[in-house]
């Protein structure tokens, strides 16, 4: 396809080397255990994190029963409820979704979607999954040691979390910062190897500015992340070297109990500084891969290009700059200098816009669409209506004095749900249920999948909407008994009944999603190749599943961008990144 | 296609919800209605950017679902569109963020009249502390904490002699007369926290903290703490008592002063080791 025919700026670049040396596995072990590809590691991380993931849902499961009928289950008193509180927040955040999304979905997309045999690091890469899965067994760990888990909110404040008041003072505490700690000693490996290998192993052709909306989030997010959890670490360690060794930095002289404790000059707030400067990009590391994913399943399913691909890209990357300096609205009644709040509530606010942008340019890609409800769509829409509710509570809680009544009350809990539960837990199960024909080979169960569907949304829905007005209303967060309060009516209580039942039956409801994942790896229709017809690379693999090193003797070449989708004179409607350039092609 | 039907019915409902909703804000008690009023307008442009974008999408979930024989049209961008976009959005973000800000202003600006009233956290019920005929408090450190002296003020300043100390947990205030309230904690975080009154804040072991607020409506509230502090946290309870200007005069002559209280806790030692 060398002709003259061919436009200059479409012709490919001259051929450069056609494979990589990779560490071909030669023993069961190396294949499928220590395995250096991508793919497989993808495979370890997202199994991990959805394991520890149903630990989670469980836990939630106590937090709920708590809440709805205090006192009368027996296994649950004050310490079950803080350390399920604790442990079921920091696994969802951290072991799960972030774990799902970089180590997951990362390995298994950026390697195929921008042409390239593997990550640039493959041992690094195994290495980094192995370091996760020890963080992970360190942190479950805490359920076996004397005390159990720690109780001290997933937040994990000072002074509070390392004094004997707290559940899992003797042991708990100490292996929660063990294990992160780990988990981003691993995490750095991993992020490294997501952002050198879009830098510098994609393939000819294929741009920075043709790359997917999927790689553009996890790219961005792994950037970020590499950025704002070292605050996380260093508080990591301060905290335990204050626990174990008697250091202050975040401890000041204070009486526990009627005991004087021997820690004199720390700042509480400090630590909150640190642990919010993680915090906050933290949000984002889960939403913006959510973003990127939610905008290539729109595109294909919709049989039309996203809409406004540059703004897109520009959006990512703004959302990523600004959400480094916001993470002061998680702490507007901190106590810290009332005049940051000025400055916070402004940054906050201003990231309202690029992320209100990706919400146009989603719903406008819908227009004059050629629209294929299938489940992957289905849960799309989903993330949309819970994005755009969980998306504008947050302009109540990042407007610093409309904050002031509202936090620490339930409203934040039903937003932070929303927007960054919900909404990323919906991508994730529509991202699943879209790559699993090109991991397996296989399609899922369409009639299934809707039903989990529609079960997951609207009863998640029904579970986050009405919390919010129990926040407003004025009720904590963080209380295992309401006990007699004045100001909540009993009506308060029965909606508590009514949330915890919903919230049980969508867990268990899961279980859908998990007979039809594992039933389809057997009796799923097979997919063949490309079952969306869609456009970008990963679609293109010589095998599905695609095989070590991904793209057989030569790497494709890249022509288009990848939403190449209803191209007007295209003979289908859709045209393939590596398809050679029709004649007078003009595609990005 | 029945997507667009269930994205219009949640959109409805969750109208109907709002509307129907018994729970709402606490009666107001305080001065700080502004506050009410900015989440009342976030309400209306949020909502309405809500029932916007998901209508808009279920119309177009209607209209452009697939049919036999339908194709996409095929455009990538159209910056117009998206730069006008980009303006209503700014204009809508800056109508919420311009009046938050300047309550916010008048937020962290206390009156230079205002009463000075003293909350102490610890695990798990509140003190507090009332400036004595001096109309000033004493200085007041951790070390000092001992059984005579729970709130560890410091013995020697002249000053905190006369401070009343409150240790029941019921708080008395003054209708009408702003009050700013300076929060210490002498173990770990608190939030002094009473719905009524909207605006609350941490309190911070080793530092002091404030807010202010005037009260607006005579009643009993209650004092809840919204910073977790443990497992005790939700019984972490007191009372506000919002009362007329002579009441609060009588209740607080009622109250004992710093020099009483270590003087009668100085006897009843002695008639302890006595026996």
Same mark, same amino acid.
């Given at each position: 396809m060398t002709d003259a025919s061919v436009p200059q700026n479409l012709a490919p670049p001259p051929a450069e080397v056609e494979d990589v040396e990779l560490y071909h596995a030669h023993s069961w072990i190396t294949k499928y255990v220590f395995c250096q590809d991508a793919k497989v590691i993808a495979i370890q991380y997202a199994g991990t994190a959805i394991t520890v993931g149903i630990l989670a849902l469980v836990l939630s499961w106590v937090i709920r029963l708590q809440l709805a009928f205090p006192g009368a289950i027996p296994f649950i008193d004050a310490n079950v409820y803080y350390q399920s509180v604790t442990m079921h927040g920091m696994i969802m955040v951290v072991y799960m979704l972030t774990a799902i999304f970089l180590g997951g979905f990362g390995n298994y997309l950026i390697p195929l979607m921008v042409g390239?045999?593997?990550?640039?690091f493959p041992y690094v890469n195994m290495l980094s999954y192995w370091v996760y899965l020890i963080a992970t067994l360190v942190l479950v760990s805490s359920y076996f040691v004397p005390g159990g888990p720690t109780g001290a909110g997933w937040t994990l404040y000072p002074p509070q979390s390392i004094?004997? #008041?707290?559940? #899992?003072?003797?042991?708990g505490i100490i292996l929660m910062l063990v294990s992160l700690i780990l988990f981003i000693v691993g995490f750095t490996m991993g992020g490294l190897n997501y952002v050198v290998t879009v830098l510098q192993a994609r393939t000819r052709g294929m741009t920075l500015m043709r790359l997917p909306l999927t790689v553009w989030g996890i790219f961005a997010a792994a950037v970020m992340a590499l950025l704002a959890f070292p605050g996380l670490f260093v508080a990591c360690v301060m905290l335990l070297l204050d626990r174990i060794l008697g250091t202050s930095f975040f401890m000041p002289s204070l009486v526990e109990l009627g005991e004087r404790k021997d820690y004199v000059g720390g700042s509480p707030i400090l630590f909150q500084h640190l642990f919010w400067f993680f915090g906050h990009p933290e949000v984002y590391i889960v939403a913006l891969p959510a973003f990127g994913i939610v905008s290539d399943l729109i595109s294909v399913h919709a049989r039309k290009n996203i809409f406004g691909y540059r703004m897109m890209v520009w959006a990512i990357i703004a959302i990523g700059v600004l959400s480094m300096v916001v993470w002061g609205h998680h702490m507007y009644v901190s106590g810290m200098d009332p005049w940051f709040g000025f400055f916070f509530a402004v940054t906050t606010l201003a990231i309202a816009v690029p992320t209100a942008l990706k919400v146009y340019n989603w719903v406008l890609t819908l227009w004059h669409a050629d629209i294929h409800f299938t489940t992957p769509m289905l849960f799309a829409l989903g993330f949309l209506v819970t994005f755009v509710n969980g998306g504008i509570t947050g302009l109540y809680l990042g407007n610093v004095i409309v904050d002031v009544? %509202?936090?620490?009350? %339930?409203f934040v809990v039903a937003h932070f749900h929303m927007v960054m539960g919900i909404a990323p837990v919906l991508v994730i199960f529509g991202a699943i249920y879209h790559w699993y024909p090109k991991i397996t080979g296989r399609m899922m169960d369409e009639r299934l999948g809707k039903i989990h569907f529609w079960i997951t949304f609207l009863g998640a829905y029904a579970i986050f909407f009405p919390m919010h007005y129990l926040g407003v209303l004025g009720m904590p967060r963080r209380f295992y008994e309401m006990g007699d309060t004045a100001f909540v009516p009993a009506s308060a209580a029965t909606l508590n009944i009514v949330i915890t039942i919903i919230a049980l039956a969508v867990g268990f409801a899961q279980s859908i999603f998990f007979y039809n994942l594992f039933r389809s790896l057997k009796y #799923?229709?097979?997919?063949?190749?490309?079952p969306w017809r869609?456009?970008?690379?990963?679609?293109?693999?010589?095998?599905t599943p695609p095989g070590h090193g991904n793209w057989g003797k030569h790497l494709p070449v890249v022509y288009r961008w990848p939403y190449a989708y209803s191209v007007p004179g295209a003979p289908e409607d859709f045209l393939p990144q590596d398809a050679p350039p029709l004649r007078g092609e003009h595609s990005p | 296609m029945s997507i667009a039907i269930v994205m219009v019915l949640v959109v409805a409902g969750s109208i109907l919800f709002h509307v129907l909703s018994p729970w709402r804000m606490t009666p107001i008690a305080s001065n700080w209605g502004f506050i009410d009023d900015t989440m009342g307008l976030t309400f209306l442009v949020t909502g309405a950017g809500f029932v916007a974008v998901i209508l808009f999408m279920a119309y177009c979930l209607y209209r452009f679902r697939h049919e036999p024989g339908r194709r996409a049209a095929y455009e990538p961008e159209n910056q117009k569109l998206e730069a006008w976009l980009g303006i209503v959005t700014t204009i809508a973000v800056v109508v919420l963020l311009a009046p938050g800000l300047l309550v916010w202003g008048q937020f962290i600006t206390v009156p230079k009249d205002a009463i000075e009233i003293e909350a102490v956290g610890v695990q798990w019920s509140w003190s507090f502390r009332l400036a004595g005929l001096d109309h000033q408090l004493g200085s007041s450190d951790v070390r000092y904490i001992d059984t005579t002296n729970s709130l560890g003020l410091s013995p020697a300043d002249p000053k905190g002699q006369d401070d009343l100390l409150v240790t029941s947990g019921e708080l008395h205030v003054p209708l009408g007369k702003p009050i700013k309230m300076l929060l210490r904690s002498v173990d770990v975080l608190h939030d002094f926290y009473v719905p009524e009154i909207r605006a609350k804040m941490d309190l911070v072991p080793g530092i002091v903290t404030y807010f202010w607020f005037t009260p607006t409506k005579i009643g009993e509230y209650e004092i809840l703490c919204a910073a977790y502090c443990g497992t005790g946290h939700p019984q972490m309870r007191g009372k506000l008592i919002i009362e007329s200007e002579a009441d609060f005069e009588a209740w607080q002559t009622a109250q004992q002063t710093f020099e009483q209280s270590r003087k009668s806790a100085a006897s009843q030692d002695k008639r302890a080791s006595a026996q």
């Open positions: 390239a045999r593997d990550m640039v004094l004997t #008041g707290t559940p #899992g003072y003797d042991y009544p %509202l936090s620490a009350t %339930l #799923g229709a097979p997919a063949g190749g490309n869609a456009a970008s690379l990963e679609w293109q693999t010589p095998e | -």
